[in-house]
């Protein structure tokens, strides 16, 4: 075998153990991506590996390690700056936030370092390859001609005290020893150039020669200066694998091959039953499996792939283990103990989306049908490395042509291609020469600069380097956002009296609606509260406390709806009304008949005889589908849902919610709750919203979730409260619950007295078409009909009205529509095959609101808010409540907004690229066409118009209690103090605002500039596309809100 | 009645021909269409060509007549000389009959359905008017081979159909792979062309022209009979199939369908699931005659069609990922089309007519209905999670795929056979591409040598000429 050579000739002694390998797996598996089975999308921080670094360090590494953008491109914020959504003020702002004390530091005359910051980023400063430089300088307008933005004064004086120079102190002094003369001693290109100048009667140019002149002899200058100073070296070395290596000698790319071939691999190994043909002996594990299949060849492989089978045999029947192989390599790959972990990491990360899914299936076994055994991992490392060595070998031998051993191939090949270094000489000159001309640094003074003074001048500038400076735009452009929104809250709070109500007698609200926090039901409720100003709304995370595994009446399986983190206890069934059964069962069976013969013909379509007699005799029906479904996808789904009535669900059914028997478990009698458990469920919600006393007479509880076709990503559209499913029965189940008269009595003896005219209802909202369906209507009492209907025909204007400012959004949708036909486009959309953006999702959140909606009420916040409901004054001294509502909002929350910042900042880098080509690969991920790894992520479609910014918190509280639980709570402070989310405390009663920094909370200062105002959001957000600022909308209050400069 | 007919028929023509033109041109001199007048330029002149097809439908139905050329007249003409005996026509004649009306009817019909699928599946893609002047392309190529009349018309559809096909593959061309893929089913076609070409080439020698009729005797479509000897079919037909096996990717040349699937998935299911697929089995249905006339030939077309049908069923059960599987799945039943074509070929040879034409009927039906039903499918493949959901509802449980007996009857090593997709890239690399590039390499370094020695310049021997070819391993 060929590495016993390797390992007999003794030439390395280090040795690695297999525990320690497995344990450094362990580690590495930490910077795959996590996300699982994308039918369960639950969004996350896709730099969840360096969580619990800070928020700039981990751009900064992840950049390193996965190659991918950290911000937006400069030329975005550019336009942001043109637009007015970054202004300078917000720069300057950021600036002095970076520089803290250091910002007015003088540069050796060049100005104070947060001028020269700001100036920088106010022009655009270009990079290019060095070949492209080159033809740049050469054939451009680069040195005849100033930069379009440099100012004309600087241009002009820049010109003629460059002529005066050479006049009068170069031409026309005698004294050859002065210091004008001295500074181009040591420069022998620089005196050259400066000589032939002088021989060419530069008496006689005219102006434009003049220009030219300065310019070149400028470029000189800087070109010289940058050669006096040596460039700092990076912090973040990347080692080179010999993959790199061979790229840059023979242009092969070994990854590739190896790739094609492991993908083909590793899908089959983790395929969830598409394939009609399992992996023979799959449960042996993916190393042996690997080795059964590869040595089992009845054709010709390819060239790279020739004596693998061989090899493979052998180790068969030494019966090699995936740890030892591991081991093997490392040994002779040279690498010490230190940089196992990171060679380890650059070879998992070259498949990163399916190594990060094997590592996913193997952890997470209960949420696939088909699990695979722990340790996956490391036989796919395993297999890796057998491939890449086998194929590196190949090269090297084959094209090449060397006889030597990998470890000296590497040696040879980094004497022949040396890293080329981060930035080139003229790279760095380029970016003096355009900064001398926008900010006016004469040629004259830099070529006079020593060498300590160029040293200081580079060091400025390189270490305000891209990054840093898309770091600046990035916080200017935060802070613009959170400015607005701070000035937008004061304003709104500063003439009301917040809690001035309590004391008045309040009349009762008309009825009161729970919604999920979610930022696609600000919108809704803010339309609910135009609608009808006498109903209260209230935001809780979309499970309602109710943490269960539930079965509807037309499902295979139990699916938890609860947060992902969570494993619920509690079985929840569905099943049709007593006395509906029969008629179900019928149904039932039909619709198993059905399921059979669609199976039976969706599978046989794509084999030999079943696919001819299909093809043939079917084959022209799919004609009908086809043509309808592209031609009029809302009539053709109507169609369906009226020739369904006899496979339909049953009309009535009903929760099989109270548990008769200990202990939960999905079996009959096990089912569901106890009474206490209910109790429990109903007064964690109610406590959480602050809905303790004051209740309507009706109350609706919206789950919510989202349906599409065609999207691979849907479950990424529902309810993330439900890990990625639709919330309706949590809603469903919660109204049940606290209709119930036995819970009632539980909860008065705690301290919420349900009057016994409130009657709850559960509701489902599905956002993409904003369809509303309510449940158990048959149990609303004859007294509450009335208001039932009434409140009914609320939602569905406000509905309406939702789909309307939706749409605002949708370029294919036209501005100019009414309410009505803007329900009917977003039906249509949810219908539509070749719809690629059903809904957008929580592109463009923002802000996460904590506290009551009193103080947000009439607020047009856009959409980017989540909102969620809590009342400081019912919470204990210790914060119970607020902790709880915290340590699920933060974590989810920022999840959500920092899934969407990534795949923002780099769609390919962090998301999953565009959404067109993507091609469902083992019913788990989406692949890239034909072929690619495995795409974790959004897709380009889904954040197009995400604007990255941190979500900022607005936490209504006091900045002692949220100390104390930052402080308490390292899963909060984790976010928090890593400025991974942004915090404001406001306290509503003073409308003081406190912004977290560095551990501390500052007041902050807002001016009183009023806000606009309009009756309804319609009449702020009508005929417009783009980002809306805020706006005061006095439709949604009961009186007309004085606001303070009106 | 003759204007009106030769009316529609022009219109089937140049309805895709005028869209081509006024979509691609305008942007040749700087102006950029919007999206929403490429939607109606395309939907309108779809619609245009579909009523018309439909009417000549309509007409041939009602007068009963089964054959109507419209002659567009000779566009070239050489006239005999010495060294050729018979002159050479470039002649323009388009022909309705009962192959190419119920295949132009299926392309408008899919070509206005993609499309209008597309116009809103491609929303605010930077590569909109790029995806339609392809796809204008194809539509023009598909009309003009289904109703070509001479064999150089065929061709010309033809080729615009593999350029379209090819550019869309590369449609996504910020990647690598839909580039190395385009730039493969681009060799591939190019290949399978030259024997196309050969074949046009040989019918004219024979012939003096292009004209099916005359090659293929005067009779209807699918009833002529050829008049050629058993060898000149024999040869003919066979520089034919091979260019019917490049187009529909029979054995040896499967492996570029599931590459093909790199493109959006619009124009993947309307090539690769309908029309560009099936187009081989349209050019052997067409040349039905000549495979009456051989036996051997027969037979080959029955053999490279059941082995493809077979190698798709195969390779295709142990794809995991969805739009490779209904690659294979499409090449399976292609091979069944092409496999009856050469029975339906052996019974017409054998004198047998009446079965040939019913088999040949039989495989226009099927290319029909899995056009269609595979369009559809391949349309829906993103839904595919949501249907296999609610399939699993409906059973009322999760069932897996059972192994079927046919896969413990080939055993756990047609696994990996499949797996590796039956080898046949190896095969077309190491012993068509492999030589190929040796001996264009090696012609290189000769002429480099020649050339060092004249110029007196020595060689360069710096670094090992890597040639692009084998970089696909």
Known sequence: MKFSKVDGAGLR??????????????????????????????????????????????????????????????????????????????????????????????????????????????????????????????????????????????????????????????????????????????????????????????????????????????????????????????QYEKRRRLRDLLLCETDLDIDEWVNSLLIKFSSAFLDQGFAHWSLPARDRGFWKCFLDVYTNSLGPAETWRRGLDAELQQLKSNQTTSIEVIAQFLNRSGVTEDEAEEWMMRQLLVLRGFAGMVHQVETRGDRVFQSIPPGTLIDFLAVRLLLSDHAERYVLKEILGWNVDPVDARKRLEALHPTPPQLTDDQRAFLVFQLAQVLGWNPQVLVKLSVDEWSALLGELESFDEFERRHVFQLAFEHHYANQTLHALSVHNAGKRIGESEKTSKTRPKFQIVCCIDDREESFRRHLEEVEPRCETFGMAGFFAVVMYFKGVAEAHFLPLCPVIIKPQHFVREEAVYSLQKQENLNRKRREQLGRFSRGFHLGSRTLTGGWLGTTLLGALATIPLVARVLAPRATAKLRERFSGLIRPPAATELQLERVADPPGSENGHVGFSVNEMANCVQRTLEDIGLTKDFSRLVVIVGHGSSSLNNPHESAYNCGACAGARGGPNARAFAQMANDMRVRDLLRERGIAIPTDTCFVGSYHNTCDDGFSLFDLDRVPSSHRDLLEETISIIEVARARNAHERCRRFQSADLTMTADSALRHVEGRSQDLSQARPEYNHATNALCFVGRREWSRGLFLDRRAFLTSYDPRIDDENNKILTRILQAAVPVCAGISLEYYFSTVDNEGYGCGNKLPHNITSMLGVMTGAESDLRPGLSAQMVEIHEPMRLMFVIESTPKALTSIIESNPGIKEFVAGDWVQLVCFEPEKNLLHRYADGKFKLLNTDSESLPIARYSADWYRGWRDHLAFAQVTAGYETIPTSSNT | ????????????????????????????????????????????????????????????????????????????????????????????????????????????????????????????????????????????????????????????????????????????????????????????????????????????????????????????????????????????????????????????????????????????????????VHLGAFLLLRVGPIIDCSLLLAISVILIGAVSAIYGTIVGRVQSDVKTALSFASLTQVGIIVAVIGFAGIAGGMGWSTLAIGLRYFALIHILGHAMLRTLQLLRAPTLLRDYHALDNALGAHIPNEDSRFKKLVGDRMYRFALERGYLDTVIDRWVVQPFVIVASTCNRLEQGWLNLLSGRRRDTQKPVIDSKRKDG
């Open chain 2, 1 to 276: 009645m003759e204007f009106i007919v030769s009316f529609l028929g022009i219109a089937v023509i140049t309805a895709p021909a005028i869209l081509l033109t006024s979509i691609a041109l305008p942007s040749l001199f700087g102006i950029r269409l919007q999206e929403q007048s490429i939607n109606r330029l395309t939907s309108s002149s779809v619609l245009i060509g579909f009523i018309s097809a439909i009417l000549m439908l309509i007409i041939m139905l009602a007068t009963g007549s089964r054959n109507v050329p419209i002659d567009l007249g000779d566009w070239i003409v050489l006239p005999a000389t010495e060294l050729n005996e018979s002159p050479f026509h470039f002649h323009l004649k388009v022909v309705f009959d009962r192959l190419s009306v119920p295949f132009v009817i299926l392309t408008f019909l899919l070509c206005g359905t993609i499309g209008l699928f597309a116009s809103k599946y491609l929303h605010r893609e930077i590569g909109y008017l790029r995806f339609f002047v392809a796809f204008a392309i194809f539509n023009l190529g598909m009309i003009v081979a289904s109703v070509s009349g001479t064999i150089e018309m065929l061709f010309f559809g033809w080729e615009l159909v593999g350029l379209s096909s090819a550019i869309l593959i590369a449609y996504f061309h910020e990647r690598k792979s839909p580039v190395t893929s385009g730039f493969r089913v681009w060799c591939i076609y190019r290949f399978a062309d030259a024997a196309f070409l050969i074949a046009a080439i040989a019918m004219h020698h024979m012939t003096g022209h292009g004209e099916f009729s005359a090659l293929i005797g005067q009779g209807n479509w699918p009833e002529g009979v050829a008049q050629l000897s058993s060898w000149q079919a024999f040869w003919i037909g066979s520089l034919l199939l091979f260019a019917a096996a490049g187009k529909s990717a029979l054995v040896p040349f499967c492996g570029w369908l599931p590459r093909a699937m790199e493109g959006p998935t619009p124009s993947s299911a309307i090539f690769y699931g309908a029309l560009s």
């Open chain 1, 13 to 234: 002694a280090l040795q690695f153990d297999p525990e320690q390998i497995k344990s450094m797996i362990e580690h590495v598996a930490h910077f795959l991506p996590a996300q699982g089975p994308i039918t369960a999308f639950v969004h996350h921080n896709t730099l969840h590996a360096f969580q619990s670094d800070r928020f700039k360090e981990a751009l900064k590494k992840g950049q390193a390690v996965f190659g991918a953008e950290p911000f937006w491109p400069e030329s975005r914020f550019r336009k942001e700056l043109e637009g007015g959504r970054i202004l300078n003020s917000d720069i300057e702002y950021a600036l002095q936030e970076v520089l803290g004390e250091t910002a007015d530091e003088n540069i050796d005359g060049f100005g104070k370092r947060i001028q020269i910051r700001n100036a920088i980023l106010h022009h655009a400063i270009y990079t290019a390859s060095q070949s492209e430089l080159e033809w740049f300088i050469a054939e451009s307008n680069a040195l005849k001609a100033f930069r379009q933005d440099a100012p004309t004064a600087i241009v002009d004086r820049m010109v003629s005290d460059t002529q005066h120079w050479l006049m009068r102190d170069l031409l026309n002094q005698s004294d050859s020893t002065s210091s004008d003369h001295n500074c181009l001693a040591d420069a022998s290109r620089l005196k050259e150039f400066v000589d032939r100048a002088k021989r060419g009667k530069p008496h006689q140019w005219q102006p434009v020669a003049w220009k030219k002149f300065t310019l070149t002899f400028l470029w000189e200058v800087c070109r010289h200066g940058v050669s006096l100073v040596p460039l700092r070296q990076s």
